[in-house]
C-alpha cells in the first residue's frame, strides 16, 4: 500500500521573504531555477514537521508551530552554506503562504475558498478618470497616516506596480518576496487590510508559476487592481485589523448547507452557512493544515458549544440555539470557552423563514452579489456572493432559471476529492428536473454560476438536499422527468468588446508593459467606441499610450519608462471594466427585456455613466 508523502506545510510571509535577503546576489539569480527542482524534491514527515531531502548528504528541516513555519530558525538547512543557502531559499519560496496571525478566539475560523482567494475583482470604488489621475510619483494624502505607515504604502504600491510592468512571465521570487517585505511592514503599521491584499498576490504568483490548476490570471489582475486602488486610499488603508469578535446575543440559527474547504495557504476543512434572526448570513467553520481529503473529516465535527450535531447535519436543515457566542462583522461565529449550543428544530428551503431567500428576483440578488465583490476581500459579509435560484435542467444541460436567464452550472473546484464535476454532470442530465440552487456568482463567467447546493423532488415525493461538494450522487438519487424540459436562451453575456478590453488588462498582468506596448493598436478604442463606451475607448488609449510612451530628453537620449503612470492607466481601465460589468450584468439577468440589457433598466445600465464615475 502507497501512501502520499506529506506535503510542504504553509510558512509565514516574513520567513519566505527574509530567506531571500540573506542570499548574496550572485545566489538570488538563480532561485527560480532552485525553486523549480525543489518542487521534486522528497519530502518526509517528522515529529514536528517534515524534512525535504535535495541528496544524500542534504536536507532541510521545516518545524512546525500551530500549524505553519513561524520563525526563520523553524527553517534550518544541513550544508555548509546555510542559512544562506540555495536549498532553503528555494524550499521556503516552494511551500505555500500562510496567513498572517491575527487576534482570534481559541477556534480559528476561516473563509471558504472560493471567498477568501477566490476569484477576487478589481475593487471599483470611486476614482478619478484617466486624464486626471495623479501625476506619477505624487503620494496620496497622508494626512491621516504616520510617517511609517506612508513608508509602507509606498513599498506596497512600488512593489505591486513591478509586478505589474514586468509581468506574470517576468516575476520571480525576487519580485514575491519584495512583495512579501512590502507586506510584512505593513502588517506591522497596522495596514492590515493591503498587507493581506499583498500577501494574496504573492500566493497566485506561486500558484503561477507552481502551474496549480487552481490558478486563475483573472483572480491575479483583480487583486492587483484592488491593491492599486487600495494603497491610493489611505482612509481605507487604515482599518483594525479583521476578524474582531464580540460578545452577541443568543442566536437561533436554521442550517443552510455545508460548503467544502479547501485553499491555496495549504488549509482545508468545512464551513457551514446558517440564517440568522434577523435574516443575515454566519458561518461556523473547521479549517486547519491538511489537502482536499480532510474537508469530509472536518464536515464531521461538532457545531461549538457541546452540541453533539455534526457541521454537515446542520447544514442539511437542522437548527441550532447558540449561547453566549462571539461574532464578528462579517458573520463568523467563533468557538470561545463560553459558548454553548443545543440542537433545535430546522427547517427545508421551501420553508419558512429558508424560503424568503429564493423569493428575491435573480437579477436584484445579482446586483447585490456584484456589489460584494466591490468590497475589500477581508471586509465583505459572510454569504453575500451567494445566489438562492428556482429553476430547470433544460434540454441542452443549462439551467432555466424562473424569473432570470439560461446559466451553465459550473463546478467550483474540480478536484477529484471533492464531487463537485461529478455531481453537475448527473443532474444536467436530467433535462425538466426542477430544482432549488445554492450558487456563487462568477464575475468573470456571466453567463455561469458555481453550484454549491442543490434541492430537489426524489422518487418518493421527499425533498433530497445536497451539498455538491461533499455528498457523492448516484443515478438513483434523480428521477428521470416526464415533462417536456424547457427551451433555453442564450446565456447572458456582456458586449463583446467590453470582454476585449477585460482581456486586454489580464494580458497586462500576464505579460507585462512590453506585450501590453506590442499589442496596442487603435482598434480597441474604435470599437468601444463604435459601441457607445467612450469611457472604455479612452482607458483602452490611454493604456496603449503609456505602455508604449518613451520619451526623450532636449539631448535625445532615451528617458527611462515611468513605471507610476503605466500602472495608473491599467488600474483605470481595470476598474472601469469591474464597473461596467457590474452595470450591466443585472440588466442581462433581468426576465423583463434579456433581448436588449441596456434599454431595460437606462438608469442602472448606462455604462459608461455608472462607470466613469468609478475611474
Not at 173 to 181: D, F, I, K
Not at 320 to 345: E, N, Q, Y
Not at 566 to 581: K, R
Request: charged share 20%; net charge neutral.
Amino acid at each position: 500500500m502507497t501512501t502520499t508523502p506529506p506535503a510542504l506545510p504553509p510558512v509565514a510571509a516574513d520567513v519566505a521573504a527574509a530567506a531571500l535577503d540573506l542570499l548574496p546576489a550572485r545566489l538570488r539569480k538563480r532561485v527560480d531555477g532552485a525553486a523549480t527542482k525543489a518542487s521534486g524534491w522528497p519530502v518526509e514527515a517528522t515529529p514536528d514537521g517534515v524534512r525535504i531531502r535535495v541528496d544524500e548528504d542534504t536536507a532541510v528541516t521545516l518545524r512546525v508551530t500551530n500549524g505553519i513555519v513561524a520563525d526563520a530558525d523553524d527553517a534550518v538547512c544541513g550544508c555548509l552554506l546555510a542559512p544562506a543557502c540555495l536549498h532553503r531559499a528555494a524550499v521556503l519560496s516552494t511551500a505555500p503562504l500562510a496567513d498572517a496571525p491575527v487576534p482570534e478566539p481559541p477556534a480559528a475560523q476561516a473563509q471558504p475558498a472560493a471567498q477568501a482567494q477566490p476569484a477576487e475583482q478589481a475593487r471599483p470604488t470611486a476614482q478619478e478618470p484617466p486624464a486626471e489621475v495623479p501625476e506619477p510619483g505624487t503620494a496620496p494624502p497622508t494626512a491621516a497616516l504616520t510617517a511609517v505607515q506612508a513608508m509602507a504604502l509606498h513599498a506596497l504600491r512600488t512593489a505591486a506596480t513591478a509586478v505589474l510592468v514586468t509581468g506574470l512571465s517576468g516575476s520571480g521570487a525576487v519580485q514575491r518576496a519584495e512583495l512579501l517585505h512590502a507586506a510584512h511592514s505593513a502588517r506591522l503599521a497596522g495596514l492590515h487590510l493591503p498587507s493581506a491584499a499583498a500577501v494574496r498576490i504573492a500566493r497566485r504568483l506561486g500558484e503561477a508559476r507552481s502551474e496549480d490548476p487552481a490558478f486563475r490570471l483573472s483572480e491575479l489582475s483583480g487583486e492587483l487592481a484592488g491593491l492599486l486602488d487600495l494603497v491610493r486610499r489611505p482612509d481605507d488603508a487604515v482599518t483594525p485589523a479583521r476578524r474582531a469578535y464580540e460578545p452577541a446575543k443568543p442566536l437561533r440559527l436554521y442550517g443552510l448547507f455545508t460548503e467544502p474547504v479547501v485553499t491555496a495557504s495549504g488549509y482545508a476543512g468545512a464551513t457551514t452557512y446558517a440564517l440568522g434572526p434577523d435574516g443575515t448570513l454566519l458561518t461556523v467553520s473547521d479549517v486547519a493544515p491538511g489537502g482536499p481529503e480532510r474537508a469530509a473529516q472536518a464536515a464531521g465535527s461538532p457545531v461549538h458549544g457541546g452540541c453533539a450535531l455534526p457541521l454537515r447535519e446542520w447544514g442539511d436543515g437542522c437548527g441550532v440555539i447558540l449561547t453566549s457566542p462571539t461574532v464578528s462583522p462579517d458573520g463568523r461565529i467563533g468557538g470561545g470557552s463560553r459558548i454553548r449550543s443545543v440542537r433545535a428544530s430546522g427547517a427545508r428551503w421551501h420553508e419558512p423563514p429558508l424560503d424568503a431567500l429564493w423569493r428575491r428576483p435573480p437579477a436584484d440578488q445579482l446586483a447585490g452579489a456584484l456589489d460584494w465583490w466591490a468590497q475589500p476581500a477581508d471586509a465583505r459579509p459572510a454569504g453575500g456572493d451567494l445566489l438562492f435560484l428556482t429553476g430547470t435542467v433544460g434540454v441542452d444541460g443549462g439551467f432555466l432559471v424562473s424569473g432570470g436567464p439560461s446559466l451553465r452550472l459550473l463546478a467550483p473546484d474540480e478536484r477529484p476529492e471533492l464531487p463537485y464535476a461529478e455531481n453537475l454532470r448527473l443532474l444536467v442530465a436530467r433535462p425538466g428536473l426542477a430544482l432549488r440552487l445554492i450558487a456563487r456568482v462568477v464575475p468573470d463567467r456571466p453567463g455561469g454560476v458555481h453550484a454549491l447546493a442543490a434541492a430537489w423532488t426524489g422518487h418518493d415525493g421527499e425533498q433530497i438536499r445536497a451539498d455538491l461538494g461533499l455528498r457523492r450522487l448516484n443515478r438513483s438519487h434523480i428521477p428521470a422527468q416526464t415533462t417536456p424540459p424547457p427551451q433555453g436562451d442564450a446565456p447572458p453575456a456582456l458586449p463583446v468588446e467590453l470582454d476585449l478590453l477585460r482581456r486586454a488588462v489580464d494580458r497586462t498582468v500576464a505579460g507585462g508593459r512590453a506585450v501590453t506596448a506590442a499589442a496596442a493598436d487603435g482598434e480597441l478604442p474604435r470599437r468601444l467606441r463604435a459601441v457607445g463606451l467612450t469611457t472604455g475607448a479612452q482607458c483602452a488609449r490611454s493604456l496603449a499610450d503609456a505602455a508604449a510612451d518613451r520619451r526623450h530628453d532636449p539631448l535625445g537620449r532615451l528617458l527611462p519608462a515611468d513605471p507610476d503612470a503605466f500602472a495608473a492607466a491599467w488600474l483605470a481601465a481595470a476598474v472601469y471594466c469591474s464597473a461596467a460589468a457590474r452595470s450591466l450584468l443585472p440588466a442581462a439577468w433581468s426576465a423583463a427585456d434579456r433581448s436588449d440589457p441596456v434599454r431595460s433598466d437606462p438608469d442602472r445600465t448606462d455604462p459608461d455613466r455608472s462607470a466613469s464615475d468609478q475611474v
